[in-house]
């Protein structure tokens, strides 16, 4: 029997940052055919916010780490007004979007990152997808959007990758959708030349990849979202690109990945 | 044939503001046996975080008016910290909670109230709940939450009345469900004397309360509450009750509305 198609689009935090461009990105997102959903990121408006409400960013060793004002401003923030502001642009596009975050019907279950060298705090890595949640929401026509925010067992909200929140979604769903994944950031795809936004790369496959990473050509942003990718085709997601947010336009480049 | 039973729960602001009721009443909610519901106000929370963002309450003739940074605010505290902090809880009580807003699924859309002497923002009048869509959540054995956001059909969020939402929500079901509706607040019921938190009615019938109105023992805040409830009575929902954080332990006091 054939797989229903199933499109995951990850958004980045500039992308949000850009009314004009989320908008655009938004009708484009909004006029995909058959089934999707939608992970974003949240960019600047957690710090912006911390800030304002007098809690300071806590670094160690140039990482941040998710203390509990952080945290609470982190789910205000993502959880909250980006992610409600996103799903009724989507609604008056006529796109049936709910908003959702890793708490809401167990969607995505995480565990506390274990305290090695550095205790990033209430940071999650997500253990399970609940993919007959999201199947059934998907069935009734429904486009879940989630914040990059997972939560315990126990019911802890835990900070979490969007790019690893937009891969596990995509390994999870794959077993019953023929899934396509789409990594959207402020770069046209992975660049051959960082310093030449047109350069990029029409293909990498993992003997690319290999190449790439031989030549410290891939910077450290760009390295977990590849391994994810990687892993993500190993699971059975049928495509993946990254690259703007026209990436859903006919004919515009990105970078695809492939085995 | 026999409509399955569905309990609805409106808790408002000062009971979420003191974290020892709220886990108390949300053990309480937990073990409510069948279908139920819970739509959350938010307190003060919004006041206190838009006063540290430098955004000032804008009133009229004493009634506060919703901004743009209002909404802003009232998205991030009421739809994202609170409403996810909640679901969080219920889902580590055994709960299968998800946290929406109006937007989310188009359950409550709203128009936005019409500018007569004041021009109150960004604040909803029900026009429709979507009991399909609630009612598919319920049969799947979730526990919606809502904060009390609504939203136009073309997708402006706006800030609601939570005893309104919690009153359309339950006259929307009570086709399907057999609805009982319970209004937990920070008094022990509707109390005759003001003065003596005791002195709590166990019920009110229109009669009685053409009798209270008339000697002026309804307080502006319970008026509407009291209007929402009889409104909803003749929708055909079964039973309505207003108490405090305790309303759902057996045997406590509280104040039952009777046609």
Avoid: W
């Avoid at 990482?63 to 982190?74: C, E, G, M, Q, Y």
């Avoid at 699971?235 to 492939?258: F, M, Q």
């Amino acid at each position: 029997m054939k797989k229903p198609n199933l499109t995951i689009v990850k958004i980045g935090g500039k992308l949000i940052e850009n009314e004009e461009r989320l908008t655009s990105f938004l009708r484009d997102f909004a006029a995909v055919e058959g089934l999707k959903i939608l992970i974003h990121g949240g960019g600047n408006m957690a710090t912006e916010v911390a800030a304002k409400l007098g809690f300071p960013t806590q670094m160690i060793d140039g990482r941040r780490v998710t203390d509990a004002n952080s945290l609470k401003v982190i789910v205000m923030t993502y959880g909250g007004f980006i992610n409600k502001s996103i799903v009724a642009k989507l609604q008056a596009l006529g796109s049936n979007a709910i908003g959702l975050c890793g708490a809401d019907g167990r969607s995505i279950i995480s565990k506390k990152r274990p305290v090695k060298e550095i205790d990033f705090g209430f940071v999650g890595d997500i253990e399970e997808v609940n993919s007959t949640f999201i199947g059934s929401l998907l069935e009734q026509g429904i486009v879940p959007v989630f914040s990059a925010i997972s939560a315990t067992r126990e019911g802890q909200l835990l900070n979490t990758n969007g790019d690893s929140v937009a891969a596990e979604v995509a390994k999870a769903m794959c077993n019953t959708y023929a899934t396509e994944l789409y990594y959207c950031f402020e770069k046209k795809g992975v660049l051959a030349n960082l310093q030449d936004e047109e350069s990029v790369l029409p293909e990498i496959d993992p003997e690319k990849y290999r190449q790439l990473l031989a030549n410290g050509l891939i910077n450290d942003g760009m390295l977990p979202k590849l391994q994810n990718c990687f892993e993500a085709l190993d699971h059975g997601v049928n495509k993946i690109c990254l690259g703007d947010a026209n990436i859903l336009k006919t004919g515009n480049p990105c970078t695809k990945i492939v085995k």
